[in-house]
């Protein structure tokens, strides 16, 4: 139990450092396109959040190989998500979706 905890919290942790990484990334990016007068260039931006523990998890895990347990990566783990998507990256800004 313990190395599968340990096993989703760094994929976790992992998954959020890319996030963060590819979040600062598309904040310097500016849009390629420009808009003609004929048309209209909308930009959305969202946060989404995962709870992985707790009485109400947003990621839990729905298959698994058979030596999914003794692999330090959770190789073999298929998660399913429902996270919250926010509108700033505070958990408790308005919901979007």
């Known amino acids: 139990m313990a190395n599968t905890s340990l096993s989703l919290v760094l994929t976790v942790f992992i998954s959020l450092v890319v996030s963060?990484?590819?979040?600062?990334?598309?904040?310097?990016?500016?849009?390629?396109?420009?808009?003609t007068p004929s048309e209209t260039v909308t930009n959305l931006q969202f946060y989404f959040h995962d709870t992985i523990s707790g009485k109400n998890p947003s990621v839990v895990r729905v298959a698994q190989a058979t030596d999914t347990e003794k692999s330090p990566t959770l190789f073999g783990a298929l998660l399913m998500a429902d996270d919250a998507l926010t509108k700033t990256p505070d958990p408790n800004s308005k919901l979007v979706g």
């Open 20 to 35: 963060f990484t590819e979040a600062k990334w598309a904040e310097s990016a500016t849009a390629k396109k420009e808009a």
